[in-house]
């Protein structure tokens, strides 16, 4: 499979990027900036592993990107936007007391980010093939807390995006994926699983090992199961 995993520099984005070349995929990994060097150690040891720059924020670097996935042999089985951040002033303050310019930030990235790559990638994907977007459980319209409230805001948007992106593509699978509370820079508070296990049911879901429950679902957690909106 040709698979494209955006934000692959630290956390599940790399846990997922070299689970796949590990498998013998072919894998678009795409850094913000500079590689980490665990990114750059991933290149190494996976010929497999392709490293590609882009910031999702930049539109022109999107269809840089694109452009050079395309030109390197054409279609995706499967795309999967991890990037994602969570402000440090979100951890502890209220909606209330929130830093206007982090609620922005989180909006810029996750938000405006997701929609550029959709934008410049979607018609990348293979017919058959899968987009999956990483949102957060924090996006649900129904579970609310007080918690992250600018990062949940951003998460909630995320999902109608890819709501309304599932309704738009009919050619492959869309769906939205709480990845569960990992152990990463972001998720370290809260964490319950390492990084590498949300990658294992991501990468089974990419696959078909692990069915996804299809019609109007679009919204699932990393083994599989619905999620609520
Ligand atoms: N951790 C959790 O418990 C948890 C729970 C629910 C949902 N999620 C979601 O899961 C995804 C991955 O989270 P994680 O825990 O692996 O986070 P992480 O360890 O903080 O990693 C985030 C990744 O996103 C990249 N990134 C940030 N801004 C970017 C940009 N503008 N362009 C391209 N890449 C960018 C980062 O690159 P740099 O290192 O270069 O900044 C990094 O590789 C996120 O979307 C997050 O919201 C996480």
């Given at each position: 499979m040709r698979i494209a995993v955006i934000?692959?520099?630290?956390g599940l984005g790399l846990a997922l990027s070299r689970l796949a070349a590990a498998k013998g995929h072919d894998v678009y990994a795409a850094y913000r900036n500079k590689p980490s060097a665990k990114a750059a150690e991933a290149a190494k040891e996976f010929s497999n592993y392709k490293l590609i720059e882009l910031d999702v924020t930049c539109e022109a670097m999107a269809e840089t990107a694109a452009g050079k996935i395309e030109t390197d042999g054409g279609k995706l089985d499967a795309l999967v936007i991890v990037a994602g951040i969570l402000a440090d002033s979100d951890r502890t303050r209220l909606i209330t007391e929130a830093s206007i310019d982090d609620l922005r930030a989180a909006l810029e990235v996750n938000v405006i980010g997701s929609a550029i790559v959709i934008k410049h990638f979607?018609?990348?994907?293979?017919?058959g093939g899968m987009f999956i977007m990483i949102t957060s459980?924090?996006?649900s319209m129904t579970n609310?807390?007080?918690?992250?409230p600018g990062y949940s805001v951003s998460k909630a948007a995320q999902n109608k995006l890819t709501a309304i992106f599932a309704k738009t593509e009919s050619r492959y699978t869309v769906c939205a994926v709480?990845?569960?509370?990992?152990?990463?820079?972001?998720?370290?508070?809260?964490?319950?699983?390492?990084p590498e296990e949300s990658a294992e049911g991501i990468y089974k879901i990419i696959t078909g090992e692990k069915k996804t429950p299809g019609g109007n679902t679009w919204f699932i957690d990393y083994r599989g199961g619905e999620m609520e909106i």
């Open positions: 934000g692959v520099n630290q979607h018609h990348l994907i293979k017919d459980e924090a996006g609310i807390g007080t918690k992250y709480h990845p569960g509370r990992m152990n990463t820079v972001m998720g370290r508070n809260d964490a319950q699983i390492e």
